[in-house]
């Protein structure tokens, strides 16, 4: 792995956009830094002890004026720079349908990778030139931070939560891959690398790859092994909510609210059910908390969230990149 430079390779789409920015920044900064030395550096000059420089009060217009004026160049140069900013990072992270998944679970002190086909992966990220790329992420302990240089891209993954990073490297090689969020006694050895393949390499690569259930299909085999799709299941005798096509869908609440069935709700339901009850269904479901590990919760939800709608193939995820 190569080491990097003062200033790394420019790898991903978004890439030249933030390197701008930051050039930017500093062109700005920098100026403003000389034109206030030269000010300091002029008065202290001109207006030192036993000068002949007349002293007195401040012209009207320097008073109220120029002062306003350097005052709201200011504030629009700032407000200038953060739309840049926004538009060209957010950009970036317009979700692609057709996008090549990956899971990725952060724990002390690694990195874990899932492709589609189940090839796994530590401390390593392959992914194909070109095409876009989406990172489901999640961690198992504490907040770590997923942080690629070459590619201007930074995301924490937080314990009880998703999170998605959504990227397209431009260039083939090697990329250190750090996290960049204190997570530990270990913290500095929380280091990866990201190898970015032109497309029929990475193909032939992950068909040398040991193959494996995809992590939609682990989480269907535990859902049914813990039991809930005996309440679930369509041809179940217990009256339980319906599953299939349910992520992204507004829920009716037994008090009366909404709320969107996203990963948290999917994730309250499971391991607090009596949390937020779903109109028309009593509350006998048992809490999981404490029962699934966070490998086997992130595996079902996985499987839920894949669950296409009703009068889909069954046998046929959704992308959940497709979903709001």
């Known amino acids: 792995m190569s080491g990097i430079a003062f200033w790394p390779p420019a790898a991903s789409e978004v890439a030249a956009g933030v390197d701008a920015i930051v050039i930017a920044m500093l062109a700005i900064s920098g100026a403003i830094v000389l034109l206030v030395a030269a000010l300091l550096l002029g008065f202290a000059i001109r207006y030192r002890r036993g ?8 012209p009207e217009l320097i008073q109220k004026e120029v002062e306003v004026g350097w005052t709201a160049a200011t504030a629009f140069l700032a407000m200038f720079l953060f739309a840049w900013a926004s538009i060209a990072v957010l950009g970036g992270q ?3 349908p057709d996008a090549l ?3 990725i679970l952060a724990r002390q002190w690694m990195w874990k990778a899932r492709h589609p086909d189940g090839a796994r992966e530590i401390d390593a990220l392959h992914l194909p030139r070109g095409e876009p790329v989406r990172l489901v992420m999640r961690s198992e ?3 770590h931070s997923f942080y690629v240089p070459a590619f201007r891209l930074k995301q924490d993954v937080l314990p ?10 431009t260039q083939t090689g090697e990329f250190p891959l750090f996290c960049a969020e204190y997570c530990g006694t270990l913290h500095s050895r929380m280091l990866g690398k990201v190898v970015v393949m032109e497309p029929e390499d990475y193909a032939r690569w992950r068909a040398a790859q040991p193959q494996a259930d995809d992590l939609a299909r682990e989480g269907r085999a535990l859902f049914e092994s813990v039991g809930c799709s005996g309440c679930h299941a369509p041809a179940s005798r217990v009256h339980a909510p319906e599953l299939r096509g349910l992520y992204g869908r507004q829920v009716a609440l ?14 309250d339901s499971i391991l607090q059910p009596r ?17 699934l590990g966070e490998g086997e919760l992130q595996a079902i939800l996985a499987y839920l969230m894949s669950m296409p709608a009703r009068g889909a193939s069954p046998g046929e995820p959704r992308n959940m990149s497709s979903e709001p």
Not at 51 to 58: D, F, K, N, P
């Open 141 to 143: 302990d504490v907040i």
């Open 160 to 169: 009880g939560r998703m999170t998605q990073l959504s990227l397209k490297p």
């Open 51 to 58: 000068s002949a420089a007349r002293r007195g009060e401040l």
């Open 254 to 267: 037994a008090d009366g609210s909404v709320r969107r069935a996203d990963e948290a709700y999917l994730r």
């Open 101 to 103: 998944e990956i899971h």
């Open 94 to 96: 317009r979700g692609d």
């Open 275 to 291: 949390r937020d009850i779903a109109a028309g269904y009593e509350p006998v479901m048992p809490p999981f908390a404490g029962i």
